[in-house]
């Protein structure tokens, strides 16, 4: 592999800088449809109770997906865009945890006891905040309220941030029964590191990373991002170097985007020592030059997998799946979270926790579920789910599957559509044909653009809310 200038960047099929220059825009990155920002406060417990309801009617054993938020942080990231709650105060996890016992009683009595669950996330925050006696008790919780499938059927995953926990810890983990791994890493480089004051060595990461092998998890993935201050091309390429080197068996590699006014953690990041567009995009070329280079199979959006891992495989017979969480095997479960600003998806709805700990509280001390917004799906509103979510998973959309109107075809229902792809067709991203469209190797790092096409939210006139604006770059 060379290394690069920040003019000097890679092309290739899938990666055409100038092709990036000229799209990229801002514009959402689709971890569900309609997106979070069309949630709204007129949605409440009763709507989530007919979702609810609209699952015990297709059939009980339907498994189900749970996340759990653990909000809590040693230190600030001064990158990072999540929900958490930066604190030294260790007695903040066992009331936390208090009352997201009381909010599984509330949704164990809707669901019904001894749901299936098939597929099991820990996020957050740093979900290792919570000791191992606090995890044990957690876990024996939603085992005693659920059923879960076994281990080899299951994917049971957890995010770790490495400076929180030692090798023997990973081995604690695989004894409660995560049997994937999330690591943050960002990036090795140590300046870096200090201007976002997240300093972790290489070695503490790695070991972390033997430790899960050396334990049994069936994944491990690995968390990088570009664009944080003082990264360069050169400074960068170590860094993919080691991770490559040690093999994770999938990489996800994020485009930093700076909001402070959305994320006032990001006010303590010098805005001068941020890369500029030239040097990011030379940047995501690396990256997909090493990797794909390296034997890694890119995935969509910022995700790459050994070709053996579940998600390549998932991706290669067209059953991949995207959520709140990305890309993933067991997305299509109705999905459940729990804890403070969690999103759920079930049936055709969405409803999100209250994001503060204080309203979170509140309102289960008055006894009800602590959601604060979602939304409804309307009969298009399911199509285009569909829509987006074939084109972002399989980068193939076929007319046929979709829930279309009795007597109306693909074309004359995305007539508009179709219309705003035209362009984009003519630069060669994709295919239009009459069964559907077809999005070509140079068009899926654009997918977001492609998608938008179909996202009758942001061409609805005087779209009230946040705009456009509002989201990251779409490269």
């Known amino acids: 592999m060379s290394d690069h200038s920040a003019t000097d960047v890679p092309r290739t099929e899938l990666f055409d800088a100038a092709l990036i220059r000229k799209l990229t825009l801002n514009g ?37 997906s749970l996340y759990v938020h653990i909000p809590f942080c040693a230190s600030l990231c001064y990158y990072c865009g999540c929900n958490k709650i930066i604190t030294q105060e260790t007695g903040k996890a066992a009331e936390y945890l208090g009352y997201l016992y009381r909010e599984i009683a509330m949704q164990v009595e809707l669901l019904g006891r001894g749901r299936a669950v098939s597929q099991l996330h820990f996020g957050g925050g740093t979900p290792t905040y919570l000791t191992d006696a606090q995890m044990d008790e957690l876990l024996a919780r939603l085992r005693a309220d659920f059923a879960f499938v076994s281990d080899a059927e299951g994917e049971f995953s957890i995010e770790v941030d490495p400076r929180t926990v030692s090798p023997e810890r990973i081995g604690v983990l695989r004894r409660q029964g995560f049997n994937r791994l999330s690591l943050g890493v960002q990036d090795f480089d140590a300046e870096v590191q200090k201007a976002v004051n997240r300093v972790q060595s290489p ?5 972390v990373l033997d430790a899960a092998r050396t334990y049994g998890f069936r994944s491990v993935s690995v968390d990088l991002i570009y664009g944080l201050p003082l990264q360069s091309v050169a400074s960068f390429g170590p860094t993919l170097d080691r991770i490559i080197a040690a093999r994770p068996d999938r990489v996800a590699v994020y485009n930093y985007a700076h909001m402070p006014n959305l994320f006032k953690a990001q006010k303590l990041i010098n805005e001068a020592d941020l890369p500029d567009g030239e040097t990011r995009l030379a940047m995501l070329g690396l990256c997909i030059e090493k990797l794909t280079g390296a034997g890694y199979v890119y995935i969509g959006m910022d995700h790459f997998a050994l070709p053996e891992d579940d998600l390549a495989r998932s991706r290669e017979v067209g059953k991949l799946q995207r959520n709140f969480q990305g890309y993933s095997t067991h997305a299509d479960a109705p999905m459940v979270a729990l804890g403070v600003s969690a999103i759920s998806a079930v049936g055709n709805s969405y409803s999100q926790n209250e994001k503060t700990l204080s309203a979170y509280y509140e309102r289960i001390d008055a006894g009800a579920l602590p959601i604060a917004r979602g939304i409804t799906l309307n009969a298009d509103d399911v199509i285009r789910r569909t829509t987006i979510n074939r084109l972002m998973c399989n980068f193939i959309l076929d007319y046929d599957d979709l829930p279309l109107p009795d007597g109306v075809s693909g074309p004359e229902y995305f007539a508009a559509e179709l219309e705003r792809l035209k362009p984009l067709e003519e630069l060669g991203l994709l295919c239009v044909g009459s069964r559907g469209v077809r999005v070509k190797m140079r068009g899926r790092l654009l997918i977001r653009n492609i998608c938008m096409a179909f996202d009758q939210y942001l061409h609805l006139p005087k779209v009230e809310g946040p705009q456009v604006l509002r989201y990251s770059r779409t490269i």
């Open 28 to 64: 959402p990155r689709y971890t569900s449809y309609p997106t979070a920002d069309r949630f709204h406060g007129g949605y409440g417990v009763p709507a989530y109770q007919a979702a609810i309801g609209s699952l015990s009617a297709e059939g009980a054993a339907a498994p189900l």
């Open 203 to 207: 070695e503490q990461t790695l070991a």
